[in-house]
Every structure is written in structure tokens, then in C-alpha cells.
């Protein structure tokens, strides 16, 4: 089992930044890749930004530029750093982890709120 917790949420007017962090524990080795997805009320969830093992990244066009995924492997976190912030980003975070059997897990949720 992998649990993962979110912290970093919170409120900002646009324009600014937040730092999101995940806190992995449990069977991290087993980890492939972490994710950072979002949602907003009656939309779906998507995927925001992702990192691998190996260190490769890729983001949703919407938060090119803006965002950057990053992590320390020495905390077992995963940090989004969430630049330029715009109202459309308001969502709550969620942080997702695969392992190697394709098993995946998800945090609790962090809250964004963006006011313009």
C-alpha cells in the first residue's frame, strides 16, 4: 500500500503562487509515477502535471509554463509549484501515484481557491 497526503492548498488572489506538496509513505519503491490532477465543481477530473521515475515530466496546456512538477526523493514528496495563478485554476488538487502493477492511489485533496 502507498498513502499519499496533500498539504499546501489554500487561498490567493491571481497573480500569485502556492506550493503544493504530496507526501508519499508506505511502498514508495514501487512507485512508476506521480501525478497531479484537479477538479473543479462539475467538471472532471484531469491531469494537471505528472512526473516519472526516470524524471520526465509533462503538463496539460493549460498550466504550460505556469506550473512545474518537481520532487525530492530523499522526503518522498512531490512538489507542484503553481506560478501566475488565474481564477480557472480554482480546484481542489488531488495527488496520484501508479506502482509497477499499474495499482493506483490517490490522496485526500487539497483546495485551491484563485480570486481575481
Known amino acids: 500500500q502507498v498513502q499519499l497526503v496533500e498539504s499546501g492548498g489554500g487561498l490567493v488572489q491571481a497573480g500569485g503562487s502556492l506550493r503544493l506538496s504530496c507526501a508519499g509513505s508506505?511502498?514508495?519503491?514501487?512507485?512508476?509515477?506521480v501525478g497531479w490532477y484537479r477538479q473543479a465543481p462539475g467538471n472532471q477530473r484531469e491531469l494537471v502535471a505528472a512526473?516519472?521515475?526516470?524524471?520526465?515530466?509533462n503538463y496539460a496546456d493549460s498550466v504550460k509554463g505556469r506550473f512545474t512538477i518537481s520532487r525530492d526523493n530523499a522526503k518522498n514528496t512531490v512538489y507542484l509549484q503553481m506560478n501566475s495563478l488565474k481564477p480557472e485554476d480554482t480546484a481542489v488538487y488531488y495527488c496520484?501515484?501508479?506502482?509497477?502493477?499499474?495499482?493506483?492511489?490517490w490522496g485526500q485533496g487539497t483546495q485551491v481557491t484563485v480570486s481575481s
Open positions: 512526473i516519472t521515475r526516470g524524471g520526465s515530466t
Open positions: 508506505g511502498f514508495i519503491s514501487r512507485i512508476n509515477a
Open positions: 496520484n501515484a501508479e506502482d509497477f502493477y499499474s495499482r493506483t492511489y
